[in-house]
């Protein structure tokens, strides 16, 4: 768990980060997201201890982090910088073994995590051997994404991790990034301008602007009651209704109680996909099966019923 | 121009001696040679030939008057001349053909290197052939004058310098364009080990170059460990203190400006009016502690150089540390420090083995100035290479300065070899 209370930080005349109390309960994953200059970057640092608050107070576990060893700390934290910052110097390996090597794992497991990792992030085990320079810029990007991962760290920090990612690897990033933290209970905050992979990642949207936190909530509520019209506008404005589909599943709006017929989707279809599948098979209703094997209906109607 | 076409490449030898049109096209490729780089391979032949009539060596009945010149055609006869004119021819067509073919760049890169490669040993075979001729006529000349009692001098002449400046010239310039660093190493200790050989073998001992080292061989060994104390012990006191300056100017930018401004006066005081100022207020130093005289301190001997060659060397130090860390990549560090690595992990494994490439080039800067700059101690009794110098200055003897500064341009030579080789050991790319 994170909890962070009233914490303010100002760079000269600029308040970076002003006020800020959220928290972040244990296995969730928080997406901060709001405008350039937000103040984003600064709320991760201020959580590692890369700068020092003005003023309140990072909890993490219920610590206060201003107390705990500062070095230690951080090896707690997985860290994914905005600009990647891998060693130029060392190979892609020795980069994702920054961690493990500090907390002085033995060879052997280091060796076997690291190539685990690699495939993790859909990279091949003969990148290892290469430098930072001789992989491309988005590749660059899932060794800084593997190397913070390596310690199997209680709290990932993740600066904008797959900006640089092609749409079909960010997906299956994004997907991994979900099993590991579904099986290790991860506590993540992401930084991203992606909204679609803030609403498929995020359990807790977060949203600043001018380092104020305007409004913390789940995906779905977000979408339906923005605090503000910017937030509104920063949703998708007049095609935030379209975002809104992605956050519900067939399931939720399916009439168990008809049947139709045709291949039925699946109950955990986010309703966006389904309107794709009418408009693709020109149909106003489709027939839906959800785990248990109950067959259904979902129609046009039920879709944008509120 | 053609050059247009060839990607641009940095530090190229060709460049600085036709600056004129570094502004009009990029800089030439580093492995071929442009059309317009046939211009100074005809200025060098032109200088080698206009250089023909100067005495080749010069031939003196004692060590006090200056020699008649004697051409090459006297001084190597018909073999000699026909020796080195083959050589010359092979050398001014092999660069000529390389200038042409510079127009269909790319694909000939290998043949590029090779012809690099063979432009060098050439030029080295000039340079071995120039002093075994010189040593030649020298021993030929002492030989006919028996009656003159030994005392019989044979001095290089202007053509010998020409040339042997022309040859290394294009020695240094082709091993630029010999990317493999083997090749290269073999190329210097190849003209390295000839010259040694030809000096073993008592080749050259009949040059007045030669008895002048005969004769001062000790004080020579002598003469140049004190050099090398010198330069040392400047570095000892200008890179702790030069380093800690551009350390603190990188963290904190702006503040350095009034230290770099005092750095910038320094530089500007003439360097033997330096040596000279210390004097005084390091006698006075001296006298005022004089448990410091009994360490070796005072205003004169070496002391004070140390203090004048670290006085020099603190401004390009200072620059070269803040360079070298501004050149470490801001994100790596954060990255570093955000992961959990302590001060001394990051500094050990991650700033010092990124800024090492642009220290050690610092080094090898600073450390031929003070090379160079160390001759001066000999002005105030702190011995070094420069005694020679001022000795032979002294007693109007060519051939002793000539003996100081030959000394003293090799040891910089050497450190500059030897620094530039573990700049190539240390590159972390792996070979393209
Ligand atoms: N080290 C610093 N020194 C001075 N000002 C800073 C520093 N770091 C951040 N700021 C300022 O604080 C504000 C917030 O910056 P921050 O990097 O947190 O924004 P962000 O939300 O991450 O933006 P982006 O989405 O562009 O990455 C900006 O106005 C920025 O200029
Ligand atoms: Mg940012």
Redesign the interface.
């Given at each position: 768990m994170i909890e962070l209370e009233h914490l303010s930080r100002r760079f000269g005349a600029t308040s970076a980060v002003d006020d800020l109390s959220l928290t972040i309960p244990r296995g969730d994953i928080c997406a901060l997201i709001g405008p350039s200059g937000a103040g984003k970057s600064t709320a991760l640092?201020l959580i590692?201890r890369?700068i020092e608050p003005d003023g309140g107070r990072v909890l993490i576990g219920g610590e206060d982090a201003a107390r705990l060893p500062v070095?230690?700390?951080?090896?707690r934290l997985?860290?994914v910088?905005q600009?990647?910052?891998?060693?130029?110097?060392w190979t892609v390996a020795r980069n994702i073994a920054?961690?493990p090597r500090?907390l002085g794992w033995e060879r052997r497991r280091i060796a076997r995590r690291v190539e685990e990792l690699l495939a993790l992030v859909g990279l091949e085990p003969a990148h290892g051997g290469r430098?930072p320079h001789q992989l491309s810029g988005g590749q660059q990007q899932r060794v800084?994404v593997a190397?913070?991962l390596a310690a199997e760290p209680e709290v990932l920090?993740m600066d904008e991790p797959f900006g640089a990612v092609d749409p079909l690897t960010r997906r299956s990033l994004q997907d991994a990034l979900k099993d590991i933290q579904a099986r290790t209970g991860t506590t993540i905050v992401l930084v991203t301008h992606d909204i679609d992979e803030a609403l498929r990642l995020a359990t807790t949207l977060a949203f600043l602007t001018g380092g104020r936190l305007v409004q913390a909530a789940t995906p779905h509520a977000m979408l339906a009651a923005p605090a503000s019209p910017e937030i509104a506008a920063f949703l998708g404005g007049p095609r935030l209704g379209l975002r809104l589909l992605q956050t519900a599943t067939a399931g939720a709006r399916t009439d168990f109680s008809r049947t139709a017929a045709g291949e039925p989707l699946d109950a955990d279809t986010p309703l966006d996909e389904v309107v794709a599948r009418m408009v693709a098979a020109g149909v106003t209703a489709l027939p839906v099966r959800d785990r248990a094997g109950r067959a259904g209906v979902i129609t046009l109607a039920d879709v944008v019923a509120r | 121009m053609n050059a247009t076409a060839t990607p641009p490449r940095r530090g190229n030898r060709a460049d600085a001696a036709t600056a004129g049109r570094a502004h009009a096209a990029p800089r030439a490729d580093r492995r071929a040679w442009d059309p317009a780089g046939v211009a100074p391979i005809v200025a060098a032949a032109a200088l080698a030939l206009a250089a023909l009539p100067a005495g080749f060596v010069g031939v003196a009945p004692n060590r006090l008057v200056s020699g008649v010149p004697r051409g090459l055609w006297e001084a190597a006869g018909p073999g000699g001349c026909l020796a080195l004119a083959m050589l010359a021819a092979a050398l001014a067509g092999l660069a000529l053909t390389g200038a042409a073919a510079a127009s269909d760049t790319t694909p000939c890169r290998r043949q590029a290197t090779l012809r690099a490669g063979l432009i060098a040993a050439l030029a080295a075979g000039i340079v071995v052939l120039l002093v075994a001729l010189a040593g030649a006529a020298a021993h030929a000349a002492v030989a006919a004058d028996s009656g003159g009692g030994g005392r019989t001098r044979v001095s290089l002449g202007a053509a010998f310098w020409v040339w042997l400046s022309l040859a290394l010239l294009v020695f240094a310039g082709a091993l630029r364009r010999v990317p493999p660093l083997p090749a290269r190493a073999a190329l210097i200790a190849a003209l390295a080990a000839a010259l040694l050989l030809l000096a073993g073998a008592g080749a050259i001992t009949d040059l007045s170059l030669a008895r002048e080292f005969a004769v001062n061989r000790a004080g020579w060994v002598d003469a140049a460990g004190r050099h090398l104390l010198l330069v040392g012990g400047g570095l000892l006191v200008a890179l702790p203190i030069g380093g800690a300056l551009g350390g603190w100017a990188q963290v904190r930018p702006g503040r350095g400006t009034g230290a770099f401004a005092v750095l910038n006066l320094l530089q500007t005081i003439p360097s033997i009016a330096l040596f000279a100022l210390l004097i005084g207020p390091l006698t006075a130093l001296a006298n005022a502690v004089p448990a410091l005289r009994g360490l070796g301190f005072g205003g004169i001997g070496a002391f004070p150089a140390i203090i004048a060659l670290a006085l020099y060397a603190l401004l390009p130090v200072a620059r070269g540390v803040e360079a070298a860390l501004r050149a470490v990549?801001a994100?790596?560090?954060?990255?570093?420090?955000?992961?959990?690595?302590?001060r001394l992990?990051l500094l050990a494994?991650?700033v010092l083995?990124?800024a090492l490439p642009t220290l050690l080039r610092m080094l090898r800067v600073v450390v031929v100035q003070l090379v160079g700059l160390a001759v001066l101690g000999a002005l105030i009794g702190a011995g070094g290479l420069g005694g020679f110098i001022f000795r032979g200055l002294g007693q109007t003897a060519a051939d002793l300065v000539l003996l100081g500064a030959l000394s003293t341009i090799l040891l910089a030579v050497a450190a500059h070899l030897l620094i530039g080789a573990l700049i190539a050991l240390l590159d972390?790319?792996?070979a393209r």
């Open positions: 640092r590692n890369l070095v230690a700390l951080r090896r997985g860290y910088i600009s990647v910052g891998l060693f130029p110097h920054t961690v500090l430098y800084g190397r913070a920090l | 990549p994100a790596a560090v954060a990255a570093g420090r955000g992961m959990g690595m302590t992990q494994g991650v083995p990124l972390p790319e792996p």
